[in-house]
Every structure is written in structure tokens, then in C-alpha cells.
């Protein structure tokens, strides 16, 4: 019997709603801008099992491990052997499970909608890199974590999934609604001594 859906109500876990444009963002070294809200889903399938789903609904499943890729709206994380994070526009996370599940309805797997539990950072500028690394023991030059890469990791005491997109600048920190607050104030504290 197919489970019924509700839609979350979603509380912003940082008090300002700042996804709009920082007039005075080009004059600093690091920018942190809070991203709107996204569709967010854990997918569990068996790495043996990716030659009859290479891509579900839209989202590419055969990626390398610790890489993203985006087209259409649509992000997929590789996070481990068995372990994607997909992430699509809010407001198409009902279509979105429903596409996924149509697709995998005959191979073993789990999908659980995460989105409620995530909140989104973009760290950009020039000194974005060295800001992250005041809390992250990553190699986060361009050689070693370019873009399309993607990983779980800490930021001080917070574990964050860390994504260098291809189609955006800087990179972007995901992490526990819970712990927004504090990975917020540890980035803008790491990108004080970069200004």
C-alpha cells in the first residue's frame, strides 16, 4: 500500500531569509549566502545493481563515488558504493519520490525523504577554499577537490556534505538543520581573518 505523503512545514533554521543578492558581496573574500530550499532524498541501492539504473527520474546514478553532477534543476551526490544524495526543486519533491519509486519499483532499495533534515550554504569568493579549511582537514585545492567533487566531511565539529558543483562558483556546505546555526557562524569566524 503506497504511504501518504504530507508536506512538511519548513521553519528556516538560520533567523534571516538572506537567498537574495549582498550588494557589497563582490568587495569581500568569502561569501556565505544561505540557499532556498531544496527536495532532498537519501537513496540506498546495492552498487551491483547500477547497470539497470544508471539514471532514475532524471538524476544520473553512475557517477564515480565522491561526485556530483547537475542538469534540469537536478543534483545527484555520489556518496559512497550504495549511497546517493539527490536533490531537485522543493516544490517537485512529491513528483520527484514518485518518479524515483516508479523507476526502482523492482530493484531493492531504500528512499527517504531528507529534505526537512538539510540546510544548504554557499561559500564563495575568492578565499572561500581557505575559509572551509579553518574547520575541514580536506585538500580543497582545485587538483584535489575540483569541481564535480563531493564528499561528507567535517566543518569544525558539524559533519556537512561538502559539493564543488560544476555549473556554480564556490562550494557548497550541507548540513543538520540543527547544527546550520553554528557551521554559519564557524565559516563567517574562518572568513573574518580572510577579508
Not at 48 to 56: N, P
Not at 71 to 92: F, I, M, N, Q, V
Not at 121 to 129: C, F, N
Request: aromatic letters at 6%.
Amino acid at each position: 500500500m503506497a504511504e501518504a505523503r504530507s508536506v512538511p512545514i519548513r521553519r528556516m533554521a538560520l533567523a534571516e531569509d538572506d537567498w537574495g543578492s549582498d550588494p557589497n558581496a563582490h568587495a569581500r573574500a568569502v561569501i556565505i549566502r544561505l540557499l532556498p530550499p531544496q527536495a532532498r532524498f537519501s537513496l540506498r541501492l546495492p552498487s551491483t545493481l547500477i547497470d539497470r539504473a544508471a539514471s532514475v527520474a532524471g538524476f544520473a546514478l553512475d557517477l564515480p563515488i565522491n561526485r556530483c553532477w547537475s542538469a534540469d534543476g537536478k543534483g545527484t551526490l555520489r556518496l559512497g558504493p550504495d549511497e546517493w544524495l539527490l536533490c531537485g526543486p522543493e516544490a517537485e519533491g512529491n513528483a520527484i519520490a514518485d518518479a524515483i519509486e516508479a523507476s526502482l519499483r523492482d530493484l531493492a532499495h531504500a528512499l527517504i525523504d531528507v529534505s526537512h533534515a538539510h540546510v544548504a550554504l554557499l561559500v564563495s569568493g575568492p578565499q572561500a577554499a581557505e575559509a572551509i579549511n579553518g574547520g575541514c582537514p580536506l585538500d580543497l585545492s582545485s587538483g584535489a577537490f575540483p569541481p564535480g567533487a563531493a564528499t561528507r566531511t567535517l566543518v569544525g565539529n558539524a559533519e556537512i556534505i561538502l559539493s564543488h558543483w560544476q555549473d556554480r562558483a564556490g562550494f557548497e556546505v550541507t548540513c543538520g538543520r540543527s547544527f546550520a546555526a553554528y557551521v554559519r557562524e564557524f565559516l563567517e569566524v574562518a572568513g573574518q581573518g580572510r577579508q
